[in-house]
């Protein structure tokens, strides 16, 4: 966990809430509220668009073929669903996937940020344009900002494409999105293992200081 500890959230009691919102004009369109998928007690967060054909069928977070991609790239790095918690900026799908509006995002801004506090993720893999321009708070294209990592919330932030993105196909500065993708999500993993590591480290030294004091 990178942030220090505040007001706990009620994160079931927000889920129930989430799944009857009518919040904003998606409610009328979809057939479920899509929580999330994977692990929200996990630390690490993948944050995506909005949800696809097949997860508001089944209400789980990236279950179509974009989500059996993430699922391949996670086991290339030794991650599975049950490792990292997986979310999207809207919990409703948008009709015809067309992109979520501007106040869509806001209307389901509250969900994605009770999630973001029950977590306090180590690190954080934001897919697309739009996951990473609400986590970064300004309209940066993925493309620009892939490649940098920032800060938020405590947590180390890593950039990529979304994987729908490498299923069109398609490359950036001669390196095909697939690669791209790879790639950070790899950096992923290296920093959360460092994260791990260095929280291994600390709760080492503190039992010797109690054990010693
Ligand atoms: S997208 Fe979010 S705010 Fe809109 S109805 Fe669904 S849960 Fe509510």
Redesign the pocket.
């Known amino acids: 966990m990178a942030q220090s500890p505040g007001p706990p959230v009620d994160i079931d009691l927000i889920r129930t809430q ?1 799944l009857s ?4 004009r ?2 009328e369109s ?1 057939t479920q ?1 899509v929580w999330a998928g994977g692990n929200l007690d996990s630390d690490v967060l993948f944050i995506g668009e909005g949800p696809g054909f097949h997860e508001d069928r089944l209400g789980e977070a990236f279950v179509g073929a974009s989500g059996q991609l993430l699922d391949r790239l996670l086991a290339e790095v030794e991650l599975d669903r049950s490792s990292v918690g997986i979310v999207n900026v ?3 799908r948008p009709p015809g996937n067309r992109n979520p509006l501007p106040d ?1 995002i806001e ?2 801004r509250p ?1 994605l940020e009770a999630q973001l506090d029950h977590m306090r993720p180590d690190v954080i893999v934001t897919l697309g344009n739009f996951a990473t321009q609400f986590v970064i708070g300004r309209p940066i294209g993925i493309t620009k900002a892939r490649g940098a990592t920032f800060g938020f919330r405590g947590a180390t932030v890593v950039p990529t494409f979304h994987p729908a993105a490498a299923l069109r196909g398609g490359s950036d500065g001669g390196v095909s999105r697939l690669d791209a993708i790879r790639h950070d999500i790899g950096r992923a993993r290296a920093i959360v293992d460092e994260a791990r590591r260095s929280r291994s480290a600390s709760s080492t030294e503190a039992e010797q200081l109690g054990l010693f004091s």
């Open positions: 989430a919102c009518t919040r904003c998606l409610s979809r509220v809207v919990k409703c869509e209307a389901c969900y």
